[in-house]
């Protein structure tokens, strides 16, 4: 997906306290979507 590849993308951007912040955003979305994933 053409989304996918520009959070990918943008990932590159970011340092690494943002990129903290999305990838927990990520997986909050993952997990929302049916997807169960426990950090830690």
Known sequence: MV???NIILFFFFMDHHTF???FTFLVCSVS???VH????
């Open 20 to 22: 903290y912040i999305s």
């Open 32 to 34: 929302q979507s049916g």
């Open 37 to 40: 994933y426990n950090p830690i």
């Open 3 to 5: 989304i996918k590849k």
